[in-house]
């Protein structure tokens, strides 16, 4: 990703950080007013690409299938706070941990 | 960095082992001699899949029933990975197979120095199917160890041939997946889908609030309702608490009612008593008998009489006791004279011989009859005065009865004489008992009636009364008329109670139904404060999906901005140094941030214009070129490159000075690149794929 696009490139550690979706996000006009939602904002990035880097999760037209996108809903709910349905398969796991 | 790479039964190789190191490594071969199968050969062994190749059957070699691929990696950790995949077509199955793998790593780092005692080959085992570990498990494991994952593969690793220009028009999908474009545009589709659920919801929320508010009005206008029918309760409270203390006072009054009935009820008791033993001693009076007038000396001249009378009744026994006497002994005598007649008659009877029974002497019979005729003669005699003696005692029987009737008469006089004395004390005595009750009787009378006195004043009656019937008469009327007082009050708190209580029902029943009424509108309003606060929570999030579904939107243009700019830089940069440096053609190249197409303006054009109508295929094929590689620099160096024809319709010249350039970039530090060119003059590994019939042979050339 673009991020490490600036290892590749030699840039040191902090200046790849900032160019990071995840750290992009932090820059964001929109979120400016909000701060209190960037981590539920990277959370939710961070689980979208984890449901995306899996086949099974698309369409054929590259969306989020259905039970992804609810796992998405639910992962937002949790990450907002807010009472959700526990579910096994919405956990956290790997959801960072490809690029 | 792949080390090496083993195919066996794979596509049209039998067992093939070929050794792989860092730099370029060409891969040379005729067309269809199973270059590009080298390629899948390591698709299959990372992912287990090959693109385009929907049925794995289809890779094995022909008539084989199992095929397999080993690579050993150099991972980023500096370790050494096995990985080793195979699938096995089961009995009768043409297309189904059964996969299996297995991802090792070797105990030390490749260039750890070696170690006495320590094998450089011992490896663990990390994942494996044979420990049901599933694919996802070794996708992880990859992905950690080369940083590799399946998107990232076929984006920035793995250029397939004919795809190099197509790139003009946009990279595939995955390219937005690992920039985390796709992420950015799927996170704020749902925030935006989640967002309108919840403002549909809370679209609601005005009309609910206005409803809450009714209800709380109302509400308030019950509890003010409730409060007043509470005061009045209260209010109702105290004269029912003023009727207990007026009633309390009646009983009082009632209670001091009793010493005045209590001295009535006394004094009747006295006139009753009064009465009554006036009347008892009256009839004691009436029948006391006379008292007895005998002088003192005639008890003495009876008991003479008496005396002497009972001592000639003694002597008259005593004389009668005597003949009585005699008379036994006359009689005794008799009966031994006539027994001894008898005797001697019968021994007369007996004979001559006959003995005396008593002295056994023999009888004489003439004497035996004189006796018998002396002893007659006495006993005649004998009779007389037995006869005598017989009317004597008769005399003095008569005598003894005589004396002794004059005795019980006496003696019934006597006693009759006492018993009038007797009557005449006890009459005495009651009389004297009787008048002594009749003196307490009027005591008590006169105690009581001293004890109405004070009533009658206290109660402003004439109480020098002396008579204790009109005493008794004047307290009784004193108290029947306090009394009628009383029961006219009680009567009067009764009816004043039963009004109250009336009240007092009417009062609870509509506090009761109020109470129902509020406590059911407070149920109902803390429903609808519930629901309210469903909503605004509902609307608050609905405006956070908001923010954030904002914010995904903005990020997925800024994430294509930035990766289209960067590309464009990446590409421009790269297509300059695959030309050989110098003076570009180009004056500007860049991206359309919406589909990654490239947009060229060449020089001797002068206008922008897409690089997929640019003309010259070796133009669109640099171009092409320069953005697929410039991918793996914006989106991450890659542990190896994989390039399958890239310099496909180059004339020879620019092909050799193409790859050379390729392999200058230093994208990578290590590349594989297919051509079916001749590539002997060109730096690197050379490895020749030889067809010989349905086999094929690798070849590293020197």
Redesign the interface.
């Known amino acids: 990703m673009l991020a490490s696009a600036a290892v590749a490139s030699g840039d040191d550690s902090s200046k790849a950080d900032t160019t990071s979706p995840e750290a992009v996000l932090a820059s964001l006009e929109s979120l400016r007013a909000r701060p209190d939602l960037i981590e539920p904002a990277r959370g939710i990035f961070r689980f979208a690409q984890y449901l995306l880097d899996e086949e099974e999760n698309l369409t054929r037209t590259g969306n989020l299938a259905g039970t992804a996108r609810e796992q998405l809903r639910t992962r937002t709910l949790e990450l907002l706070g807010l009472d959700a349905p526990s579910r096994s398969d919405t956990s956290d796991d790997g959801a960072g941990g490809e690029r | 960095m792949i080390l090496t790479l083993r195919l066996k039964s794979f596509r049209r190789y039998g067992d093939e082992t070929l050794e792989l190191g860092p730099g370029v490594s060409f891969i040379e071969g005729d067309n269809n001699a199973g270059k590009t199968s080298l390629f899948y050969a390591i698709e299959y062994a990372l992912f287990g899949r090959v693109t385009g190749h929907k049925s794995l059957a289809a890779l094995m070699a022909p008539k084989a029933k199992a095929m397999g691929v080993e690579l050993v990696l150099r991972g980023v950790d500096g370790h050494r990975w096995r990985l080793q995949r195979m699938h096995v077509l089961p009995p009768r199955s043409r297309k189904t197979t059964i996969g299996h793998f297995t991802l090792k790593r070797s105990a030390r780092p490749l260039d750890a120095p070696a170690e006495e005692g320590v094998d450089p080959s011992e490896e663990t085992y990390v994942v494996s199917s044979d420990f049901a570990d599933r694919e996802e498990a070794l996708?992880?494991a990859l992905?950690?160890a080369l940083?590799v994952?399946?998107?990232?593969f076929d984006v920035a690793v793995h250029i397939r041939q004919g795809a190099i220009t197509q790139i003009l028009e946009g990279p595939a999908?995955e390219l937005d997946?690992?920039?985390?474009v796709?992420?950015?545009v799927?996170?704020a589709?749902?925030?935006r889908a989640?967002a309108l659920e919840r403002e549909k919801e809370a679209s609601q929320l005005p009309l609910v609030e206005e409803t809450l508010r009714a209800m709380e009005r109302d509400q308030e206008g019950g509890a003010a309702e409730l409060t007043r029918l509470d005061a009045e309760l209260a209010e109702l409270s105290v004269k029912e608490r003023s009727f207990v203390d007026e009633a309390a006072s009646v009983r009082l009054e009632e209670a001091g009612l009793a010493p005045r009935l209590a001295a009535r009820d006394a004094l009747d008791r006295a006139r009753q008593e009064h009465a009554r033993a006036k009347t008892a001693l009256e009839d004691a009076r009436a029948a006391a008998p006379p008292e007895p007038g005998s002088a003192p000396s005639e008890p003495v001249q009876d008991d003479r009489e008496r005396e002497a009378r009972e001592a000639r009744l003694e002597a008259a026994r005593e004389a009668r006791a005597a003949r009585e006497k005699e008379q036994r002994a006359l009689d005794a005598r008799r009966g031994d004279l006539a027994a001894r007649i008898g005797r001697r008659e019968e021994h007369a009877h007996a004979g001559a011989g006959a003995r005396c029974e008593s002295c056994g002497q023999p009888i004489d019979a003439a004497l035996a009859a004189r006796e018998i005729e002396g002893w007659r003669a006495e006993l005649a005699t004998l009779e007389g005065l037995s006869d005598a003696l017989t009317a004597e005692l008769a005399e003095r029987s008569d005598t003894i009865a005589s004396l002794r009737d004059e005795v019980r008469r006496e003696a019934e006089a006597r006693a009759r004489r006492e018993a009038e004395a007797e009557r005449f004390a006890r009459a005495r005595e009651l009389l004297s008992g009787r008048e002594q009750a009749f003196a307490r009787s009027e005591q008590a009378l006169s105690k009581a009636s001293e004890d109405v006195r004070p009533f009658l004043v206290a109660a402003g009656e004439a109480a020098d009364v002396a008579d204790p019937d009109r005493l008794s008469e004047s307290l009784g009327a004193t108290i029947d008329e306090a009394r009628e007082a009383l029961r006219d009050r009680r009567a009067r708190i009764d009816a004043e109670r039963a009004v109250s209580g009336g009240t007092r029902a009417r009062l609870e029943a509509q506090r009761a139904m109020l109470s129902q009424r509020v406590s059911q509108a407070e149920r109902e309003l803390a429903r609808t404060r519930s629901s309210v606060e469903t909503l605004r929570?509902a609307a608050a999030?609905a405006a956070?999906?908001r923010?954030?579904g904002?914010?995904?939107?903005?990020?997925q243009a800024?994430?294509r901005e930035?990766?289209a700019t960067?590309l464009a830089k990446e590409a421009l940069e790269i297509h300059r140094a695959l030309q050989g440096g110098g003076e570009s053609e180009l004056g500007e190249l860049r991206l359309d941030p919406e589909s990654y197409a490239m947009l060229v303006t060449p020089k001797d054009v002068g206008r922008e214009v897409p690089a997929s109508a640019a003309q010259g295929g070796g133009h669109r094929l640099l171009l092409g070129l320069a953005l697929a590689l410039s991918i793996?620099?914006?989106?991450?160096?890659p542990p190896f490159l994989m390039l399958d024809e890239p310099t496909y319709g180059l004339d020879r010249e620019r092909r050799r000075a193409l790859l050379a350039r390729i392999a200058e970039l230093g994208l990578t530090d290590q590349i594989l690149l297919i051509t079916h060119h001749e590539t002997e003059n060109v730096g690197g590994k050379h490895v020749r794929v030889v067809r010989k019939g349905k086999q094929s042979r690798l070849e590293v050339l020197a």
């Open positions: 996708a992880l992905s950690k940083g994952s399946r998107r990232y999908r997946i690992v920039l985390g796709t992420a950015a799927a996170a589709d749902e925030m989640m929570e999030v956070r999906l923010v954030l904002a914010s995904f939107q903005e990020l800024v994430l930035r990766a960067a793996g620099r914006v989106v991450g160096r």
